[in-house]
């Protein structure tokens, strides 16, 4: 058995159930995934709506997540039981623990990237792959507009821009939106570790047993929470270009 999130009829989230299913077997062109992590798409609220009204009811919900190949269709030749998968743009259902997958919308996932990070940011990524090398490509000094930088899509816009050597020219709604367009993720992976070396020293234990697990922003700061081994709580605090400023004990 497995679980779902489902809905049978529109409506705003208290629409969604959770409901226990048995998968069907993957068609022959098909893979079975267990997910690890979901991507959640600001469309799978147009799709509960009935804005964009699903097949049929009742419904899955989601297109894209993250995980591990479980089964094969007998045509999938390129990829096998056990590879990890990031997928987008598959049936709805991806609101699931198993989910079947049309092997063409599936790719290998590198050690090196998360299935968290790959289900939050694969969609995104081949949107900006599109507009930057596809729909046109952009070229090394070449400056050009891009509205809603501060969003999903225009946040790895930004990055990807940089490394080509282009001139961004980003839009965003407000103050706070351009401060988080700025910050790029080597900074926000740099404040981690540094929150977790100052929560080692104030509690006198060692780095690898600090966990910070929260990241929130604000108007002009940033803070990272989290805890020790020892389930001592704190708070880093860091100013909108992402410098140490103090910790605080919860």
């Not at 507009?131 to 400056?143: A, F, G, S």
């Not at 910050?183 to 690898?208: F, G, S």
């Amino acid at each position: 058995m497995a679980t779902r999130i489902e809905f049978q009829k529109h409506g705003g989230p208290d629409v969604l159930k959770a409901v226990e299913f048995t998968p069907a077997a993957p068609g022959e062109n098909e893979i079975q995934v267990e997910n690890k992590a979901i991507g959640i798409n600001y469309i799978d609220t147009y799709i509960r709506g009935g804005l964009y009204p699903p097949p049929s009811l009742p419904s899955g919900l989601g297109t894209e997540a993250a995980g591990v190949v479980i089964k094969t269709g007998r045509a999938v030749k390129h990829l096998k039981e056990g590879d990890r998968v990031v997928y987008a743009q598959s049936a709805l259902g991806a609101y699931s623990s198993v989910h079947n997958v049309p092997a063409d919308k599936a790719a290998i996932l590198p050690n090196a990237i998360s299935f968290e990070q790959a289900a939050a940011s694969f969609l995104k990524g081949l949107t900006v792959f599109y507009l930057l090398r596809k729909t046109y490509e952009i070229q090394p000094d070449e400056p050009f507009l891009f509205h809603a930088a501060a969003g999903g899509v225009g946040m790895i816009a930004c990055q990807w821009a940089k490394a080509l050597g282009a001139k961004l020219i980003g839009t965003v709604g407000n103050a706070q939106k351009a401060q988080r367009a700025r910050i790029t993720p080597q900074t926000t992976l740099n404040m981690a570790q540094l929150c977790k070396d100052q929560a080692a020293i104030r509690y006198n234990t060692q780095t690898q047993l600090v966990d910070v697990n929260h990241f929130e922003q604000f108007q002009a700061s940033y803070e990272l929470s989290g805890r020790t081994g020892k389930n001592e709580r704190f708070i880093c605090s860091f100013d909108p270009d992402g410098q140490f400023m103090h910790l605080s004990m919860r």
